[in-house]
């Protein structure tokens, strides 16, 4: 596809449920980043990945959140055991890495959590 | 670590009046400043970027911004509000963590433009 895709939209958990979100950034784009949108709060920046580099974990709020990216390419993050303060719209953006600090995000429309 | 502070959560303007947004950054280094948008219900989507080569940085629909290192501050304008440019603005400052681009946003500001 043309931009960064997220799925699902949205996604409503019973509290202690697992979930899975996914990205699929652009194609060619070596850097992604997960960022957690709650109201009030801005975007909270949560994990890096940067081609086949170590990731950038240090935005985690605990150890219930991981993320992976297979291949250079596609990201999951899971939220193990949700809680009602996990309930926010996950965005995720991805950038070509050209190794300056002036590159654009590009963001997928986000998907909308909520934990009942 | 750099930051960046969004004064007003929300602002409301009438339709053809000034709009100003306000941005103030924390940054020990010449910092990367950033303004993205996000429209209802779409992912944010670059506004315009200051990169140190023009204090004046002119933008998309309009918007412009003024680097001014002496008050610490990046305040987005643009001279008349339409009915259109109602969403969430973010202020943003990229610093280099690590060897990667590391953007930090802030809390936003929510524009209403009022016929």
């Known amino acids: 596809g043309a931009g960064v895709s997220q799925s699902p939209s949205n996604k409503v958990t019973e509290k202690g449920k697992d979930v899975e979100l996914r990205c699929d950034p652009i194609s060619g784009h070596t850097a992604l980043y997960w960022y957690r949108q709650s109201l009030g709060q801005g975007l909270e920046f949560l994990i890096y990945?940067?081609?086949?580099?170590?990731?950038?974990k240090s935005g985690l709020p605990s150890d219930r959140f991981s993320a992976e990216r297979t291949g250079g390419s596609v990201s999951t993050l899971t939220i193990q055991r949700t809680q009602q303060e996990d309930s926010a719209v996950y965005l995720c953006?991805?950038?070509?890495?050209?190794?300056?600090?002036?590159?654009?995000?590009?963001f997928g429309s986000g998907t909308q959590l909520s934990v009942l | 670590a750099q930051s960046v502070t969004q004064l007003g959560s929300h602002v409301s303007v009438s339709e053809g009046a000034l709009v100003l947004l306000r941005c103030n950054y924390s940054s020990s280094v010449p910092p990367y400043l950033f303004w993205y948008v996000q429209y209802p219900n779409q992912g944010l989507q670059l506004l315009l970027k200051?990169?140190?080569?023009?204090?004046l940085v002119k933008g998309i629909n309009g918007f412009e911004a003024e680097f001014k290192k002496s008050e610490t501050s990046f305040h987005l304008t643009k001279p008349s509000a339409h009915m259109s440019d109602a969403a969430e603005y973010f202020c943003a400052v990229s610093e280099n963590s690590g060897g990667y681009q590391k953007v930090t946003f802030g809390t936003g500001t929510k524009l209403q433009v009022i016929p």
């Open positions: 990945f940067q081609g086949n580099s170590a990731p950038d």
């Open positions: 200051y990169t140190s080569a023009a204090t």
């Open positions: 953006a991805s950038s070509p890495l050209s190794g300056t600090r002036n590159e654009k995000l590009f």
